[in-house]
């Protein structure tokens, strides 16, 4: 039996990096009868490990008045989990368990049951946004329970107790279940969404009530650096949505109730995802699913009623970078969970900015891109019906740092009834529309695309994970820059006079990355705070937008970098106080120092370095040049290792062929490639060893002729192909 173990972002097997390649299937919208057939398709195609959510709506049976938990189809047979899992182990695969509590998965209520649902049993009391008004739960307009209230945390608590019960057999030393996630996309699907969207029922206050006690000590020494006069932590209201008129910082003091806020959304999701581990109780590699550094995507949800959805004003749109980046802690958090990320992003192939989007959530740190779209194609854009998209998008995950993948859904699905989901089949009869494998077994073009990219992967997926991305650039993030910067779109929401805008992402991360990627330079980005200095030196370089306020232990750790001789671009005005409002000039000391030493490692200017998307050139003006360079209209990621490189390359080109090259640590390989062509080569001692290449468009209905030249070696074929079919 294979001891599996997970550390620095991957899967390890027996102690050797594992390359997961997994499907997910939804048991419990599935006949049974099915299961083996389908997991021999998915195991025949490549995939290793199984994802399944473990649905808490359907499990739970109210019998004589008490609640009970059918796990082995006694009252229906999609019901019978332990002897789905026992199939997957049967199959010799893995699986990794997702039992909520809250799973999304377009159920009713996002896979609650009724009795945890306002709407159903008023004595659970909603979460609710700035407003006052519920948070709603768009599929069924239903009210979503408040978390931290003491019914529903019972409830959780006795749901993931039983499910336990039920998966702990296959938790043992060399069994099937290697890990676990809980919720989704951090807490109902908010890992991406403004800050003003949740945390103001009363439970929620009680929790930023404790958390300000715990940060300030006293009321006294809360007013004092809020300019306030409460009587007591509990008279402090939640932070609400400024307009332009009253705007949103009109003294220093009005900082902290952001930074305070940004804390409470922060501990919200971080606090809850720890209780949910302890009342799980199986000791396996926790991953999360964050949602992507992008604004949230619109579905296509069927019969859509007004007011479930919550409108984001215009001006605050383009702030959701801040938003993720105040209230998902990545660094300071690994101790307690592992960084996975998801996918519905848009579609990268046809647009560069999202293509843009999956780079960055895959750079955001290393994990497995927990669920790519592979058969939304109603739910989504009607382009993820083709197989090209997702190979596309599978592959810049990839390209950007994932050290495995998920194909969401594996299967297509009809088994289910309206006590589950009364909503999706209204949009198509299945779910998801557009499967690799179809409702009744058979396999879809989506499959055999899917099969050679795991293939691939099969066999080189170990090496390439023992690869890394020489990192040119590390973007510095800040947490209470964002944290202010959530509720400030512009100018006509600041009203101090000599004091700028702190950024972190919204002109500051999103054009550093977008320039540093036109350019062929890499990027990384993390925490200041949890830096370690081993993480600060590994990138050619670091950059910040700093402002005129940073805690003392963040300024010793950028000044200490400065005096080691580290490469440092900083822009912004120096901070001159702490998050106390008292004096400290640390960084501002160090700065000056070395530019008045003519120190050629750092570059510091007061205007923004970034918000003009023209940071490479500062780059290459101050000496750096990219390791990897290539053709206009596309892109190129090299993976690096002892002896081996890993060229993901990415054609933006729509009709014709082009011709295209890929210049990487002084080697060069030239393409004729096609329409939206993508694929990744391996070379290893001077010669190309491997590959894998999509050169057909079926949004396009083109199949294109391709061409690839290093050194010596020609390869030319038409379609799709890689060089296991040699």
């Given at each position: 039996m294979s001891r599996f173990e997970y550390r620095d972002g991957r899967f390890y097997k027996d102690g050797q990096p594992h390359f997961l390649i997994a499907a997910e299937y939804m048991y419990f919208r599935e006949n049974p009868a099915n299961w083996v057939d389908r997991l021999t398709k998915l195991k025949d195609s490549g995939v290793?490990?199984?994802?399944?959510?473990?649905?808490?709506?359907?499990?739970?049976?109210?019998?004589?008045?008490?609640?009970?938990?059918?796990?082995t189809g006694r009252t229906?047979?999609?019901?019978?989990?332990?002897?789905?899992?026992?199939?997957?182990?049967?199959?010799?695969?893995?699986?990794?368990?997702?039992?909520?509590?809250f799973i999304h998965s377009e159920l009713n209520v996002g896979g609650l049951p009724?009795?945890?649902?306002?709407?159903?049993?008023?004595?659970?009391?909603?979460?609710?946004?700035?407003?006052?008004?519920?948070?709603?739960?768009?599929?069924?307009?239903t009210p979503l329970p408040a978390p931290f209230d003491e019914r529903f945390d019972a409830l959780a608590k006795e749901w993931l107790n039983a499910v336990h019960d039920?998966?702990?057999?296959?938790?043992?030393?060399?069994?099937?279940?290697?890990?676990?996630?809980?919720?989704?996309?951090?807490?109902?699907?908010?890992s991406n969404s403004p800050p003003w969207h949740i945390g103001y029922e009363p439970s929620g206050m009680r929790f930023y009530h404790g958390l300000l006690a715990e940060r300030y000590g006293d009321i006294a020494t809360y007013n004092k650096l809020h300019g306030t006069n409460y009587d007591g932590f509990a008279f402090v209201p939640g932070a609400q949505l400024p307009d332009t008129q009253a705007g949103a910082v009109r003294s220093r003091e009005d900082l902290l109730k952001f930074v305070d806020w940004a804390e409470l959304q922060w501990r919200y999701r971080r606090d809850l995802y720890v209780r949910y581990e302890q009342y799980l109780g199986v000791k396996k590699p926790f991953l999360t699913n964050y949602a992507g550094i992008t604004p949230p995507i619109q579905e296509n949800?069927?019969?859509?009623?007004?007011?479930a959805q919550e409108h984001i004003p215009e001006d605050f749109v383009p702030l959701y970078p801040e938003w993720w980046f105040a209230h998902n802690r990545i660094e300071t958090d690994a101790a307690d969970y592992h960084y996975?990320?998801?996918?519905?992003?848009?579609?990268?192939s046809y647009d560069r900015g999202v293509f843009d989007r999956y780079i960055n959530t895959a750079r955001r740190a290393r994990g497995v891109n927990m669920e790519e779209n592979w058969g939304f194609g109603t739910l989504y854009d009607a382009k993820s019906r083709y197989p090209l998209i997702p190979f596309y998008q599978t592959l810049v995950s990839v390209a950007g740092g994932a050290t495995g993948y998920n194909i969401f859904c594996g299967v297509s699905t009809d088994y289910w009834d309206d006590t589950l989901d009364r909503t999706?089949?209204?949009?198509?009869?299945?779910?998801?529309?557009?499967?690799?494998?179809?409702?009744?077994?058979?396999?879809?073009?989506?499959?055999?695309?899917?099969?050679?990219l795991n293939r691939w992967f099969e066999e080189n997926g170990t090496d390439l994970l023992r690869a890394a991305i020489d990192i040119d650039a590390g973007y510095l993030l800040y947490a209470p820059y964002a944290a202010v910067s959530s509720w400030v779109p512009d100018e006509r929401y600041w009203k101090l006079?000599?004091?700028?805008?702190?950024?972190?992402?919204?002109?500051?991360?999103?054009?550093?990355?977008?320039s540093l990627q036109k350019a062929g330079f890499s990027f990384a980005m993390f925490e200041l705070e949890p830096a370690s200095d081993a993480q600060m030196e590994s990138c050619g370089a670091l950059a910040i937008h700093t402002a005129f306020y940073m805690d003392e232990p963040a300024q010793k750790k950028l000044a200490g970098f400065i005096q080691r001789g580290g490469r440092l671009f900083i822009s912004g005005d120096l901070p001159v106080v702490d998050l106390r409002w008292q004096p400290c000039t640390v960084l501002k000391e160090a700065v000056e120092k070395a530019v008045k030493a003519g120190s050629k490692n750092l570059v510091y200017r007061k205007e923004n370095f970034f918000a003009d998307g023209k940071f490479a050139d500062a780059m290459t003006k101050a000496g750096m040049a990219p390791e990897v360079r290539y053709s206009d209209n596309m892109r190129a990621y090299v993976h690096r290792g002892q002896d081996d490189y890993f060229i993901f390359f990415f054609s933006f080109d729509l009709n014709g062929q082009h011709d295209k090259w890929i210049e990487f640590y002084g080697q060069r390989v030239e393409l004729r490639l096609g329409s939206k062509t993508s694929g990744v080569l391996r070379v290893r001692g001077g010669k190309l060893v491997s590959y894998v290449v999509k050169g057909e468009n079926e949004v396009e209905n083109i199949k294109d002729k391709i061409r690839i030249n290093y050194k010596d070696q020609v390869i030319e074929r038409e379609g799709d192909f890689s060089s296991r079919d040699e």
């Open positions: 290793n490990c199984i994802l399944f959510y473990i649905c808490w709506r359907h499990h739970l049976r109210i019998e004589d008045g008490k609640r009970n938990y059918d796990f229906k047979d999609s019901r019978n989990v332990i002897g789905f899992m026992k199939a997957i182990e049967a199959m010799g695969l893995q699986f990794v368990v997702k039992p909520g509590p009724d009795l945890v649902c306002p709407k159903y049993c008023p004595e659970t009391p909603a979460a609710r946004r700035n407003h006052g008004r519920p948070v709603i739960w768009e599929y069924d307009a039920v998966v702990a057999p296959f938790a043992r030393e060399g069994g099937p279940l290697i890990g676990f996630q809980l919720n989704d996309e951090t807490i109902y699907c908010m949800v069927p019969d859509l009623q007004e007011g996975g990320m998801i996918s519905w992003l848009g579609v990268a999706t089949k209204k949009q198509h009869p299945t779910f998801p529309s557009h499967g690799p494998i179809d409702e009744h077994g058979a396999c879809r073009p989506m499959y055999y695309t899917a099969k050679m006079s000599g004091d700028a805008i702190p950024r972190c992402g919204h002109d500051g991360f999103e054009p550093f990355s977008q």
